[in-house]
């Protein structure tokens, strides 16, 4: 029903490099949602990196990107960002935007992927040493 389409992606960048990943929705209403980033390493479970309320009011994130990445929001553009600052080559993992249809009911950011509703294709990224 929704459709998040992740950019900024699919390219090696050095140790302590930035890159900026954007994700595009294709719903009127994505001001209502929560949005996040999880990511997925080879041979790892998709884990919570970031997320940000609907108003983009809040923010939350993993332990392992605190000070270095940074979430935000522009609901006049349907996007989120997540900028990342300092890259690691254990940050290399495959990048998946996500969307919180019941944020209002729920109340709190959720950090488990099953408490996400809809799912872009993933973007690559890929940080040498």
């Known amino acids: 029903q929704v459709q998040l389409v992740e950019s900024g992606g699919g390219g090696l960048v050095q140790a302590g490099d930035s890159l900026r990943l954007s994700c595009v929705a294709s719903?009127?209403?994505?001001?209502?949602?929560?949005m996040a980033w999880f990511r997925q390493g080879p041979g790892k479970e998709r884990r919570f990196v970031a997320g940000?309320?609907?108003?983009?009011?809040?923010?939350n994130y993993a332990d392992s990107v605190k000070g270095r990445f940074t979430i935000s929001r522009d609901n006049t553009k349907n996007t989120v960002y997540l900028q990342m600052n300092s890259l690691k080559p254990e940050d290399t993992a495959v990048y998946y935007c996500?969307?919180?249809?019941?944020?209002?009911?729920?109340?709190?950011?959720?950090?488990?992927?099953?408490?996400?509703?809809?799912w872009g294709q993933g973007t690559q990224v890929t940080v040498s040493s």
């Open positions: 940000i309320t609907s108003s983009g009011a809040r923010t």
């Open positions: 996500a969307a919180d249809r019941s944020y209002y009911s729920r109340g709190y950011l959720a950090t488990a992927s099953a408490l996400y509703d809809y």
């Open positions: 719903e009127r209403t994505f001001g209502a949602y929560a």
